[in-house]
């Protein structure tokens, strides 16, 4: 069965956490719901950058193209393993996104932050 969404109505956390309900009008004026088990919505918060860039360069013709989130603000905190840090960067609308990262990663990122970057070299044929 395949519907079409009209409009995204509700985005609702079951109460034990288990699942996540995602409400929506088809095209044709009916209310639907689709419900994903916790993993199922890990998955698919995986999956959908990569799917809205591959649109982004199809539609446009641009393999370069990528779709970017304006940076509000970002933590960078300790995990309850010693070895690893969360890093969680956040959007105006706030939309998050935290990654666990190695201690020797937090300092190559460190590094590659505070380096100059390397010239552009632009040719005109």
Known sequence: ???????????????????????????????????????????????????????????????????AYPLASWVLERSSDPAQGMLTFRTVDGFSVCFSMPLSQQSELGEALVALPAPVMLRAN
Do not use: H
């Open 1 to 67: 069965m395949e519907l079409e969404s009209k409009s995204l109505t509700s985005c609702v956390v079951s109460d034990d956490g288990a699942a996540v309900s995602l409400g929506f009008v088809d095209a044709q004026g009916r209310s639907a719901t689709l419900k994903l088990s916790l993993n199922q919505v890990g998955a698919l918060a995986m999956t959908l950058p990569g799917l809205i860039d591959k649109a982004l360069q199809a539609r446009f013709g641009d393999a370069s193209l990528r779709y």
